[in-house]
């Protein structure tokens, strides 16, 4: 489907890389115990791409628990980022559907997802030299808004820009308003394991919101008033946060969006001029 719907405009890749082990091993004796967990990634690069120069790179961090680099969803954003000129890396991170249960089920929440989306990077720019390494922006919706966040705050050097959208920002306070259905989810035996009240310090090293001390490059938030996933309140508790440590960022908040939670990444109007004010910022750092 990916190529089908992008081969006019990109040439589409899947690849194999490694990342590090698994952080839930059942069997640590067993033939290969330990070894690196091995992620797939879709790359897209634009065909009117000149690669004798150097050009900018984004890395994409899909949306969705338990989610996937998915063409229903993202091809049209995809298409835009080509017209815009970007390079594309978007990892297929442990814990992605369509690899079997036992990949599910190597989610790490806030943890080496993160990793396995920094190995993805890496592995684009060693793969392709006319790529810039000084010129790599982080992406991400939703839950791939959380990876974006933790990546450029954990591992500052990684990036020159980011846009998080609608970004899960604070487990504690999130865990406070989804149903215990939700809560039971991260308690299981292959995620996090217990529950917030069992151990908030837990929660607390996988939101971003704990580490609004480390931005240090620019960054885009947006968020939405009647998103009905992540309730805007979280993202407002980010944004304070990252003023209270008097960090120089750019945030919007759009006031009852028809959308909700994918109000910027519909085919609407409204979200495709939402994502030219991204594609605006983003711009500015990684565009000569």
Do not use: C
Request: without cysteine; proline residues 5%; glycine residues 8%.
């Amino acid at each position: 489907m990916w190529v089908q719907k992008l081969s006019d405009i990109a040439d589409v890749d899947k690849v194999a890389y490694t990342s590090k082990p698994p952080a839930h091993i059942l069997n640590r004796t067993g033939p290969g115990a330990g070894n690196p967990l091995i992620i797939r990634a879709y790359t897209f690069i634009p065909k009117k791409m000149d690669r004798s120069k150097k050009q900018p790179l984004l890395v994409l961090a899909h949306q969705g628990i338990h989610g996937n680099v998915s063409s229903v969803e993202l091809a049209h954003v995809i298409r835009e980022m080509m017209e815009q000129g970007y390079a594309v890396i978007a990892p297929d991170y442990r814990g992605s559907i369509g690899y079997g249960q036992a990949f599910s089920n190597q989610i790490d929440y806030g943890g080496l997802e993160v990793d396995d989306v920094l190995a993805g990077k890496a592995w684009m720019l060693e793969k392709y030299s006319f790529l810039d390494p000084k010129r790599v922006g982080a992406i991400g919706w939703s839950h791939g808004g959380l990876i974006t966040l933790m990546q450029i705050l954990l591992h500052p050097d990684e990036y020159a820009v980011a846009y998080a959208g609608v970004p899960v920002s604070d487990l504690v306070l999130r865990m406070g308003y989804e149903s215990p259905a939700y809560q039971t989810l991260y308690s299981a035996p292959y995620h996090i394991g217990k529950s917030v009240r069992d151990d908030i310090k837990e929660y607390e090293k996988r939101s971003p919101i704990t580490y609004a001390s480390k931005l240090t490059i620019p960054l885009l938030i947006h968020s939405n008033t009647n998103d009905e996933d992540v309730n805007v309140l979280e993202v407002q508790r980010m944004i304070m946060a990252l003023k209270a440590e008097g960090k120089k960022f750019e945030s919007k908040i759009y006031e009852n969006a028809p959308g909700g939670h994918m109000f910027n990444r519909l085919d609407t109007k409204l979200a495709r001029d939402s994502r030219e004010e991204i594609y605006a910022f983003l711009g500015r750092y990684l565009k000569n």
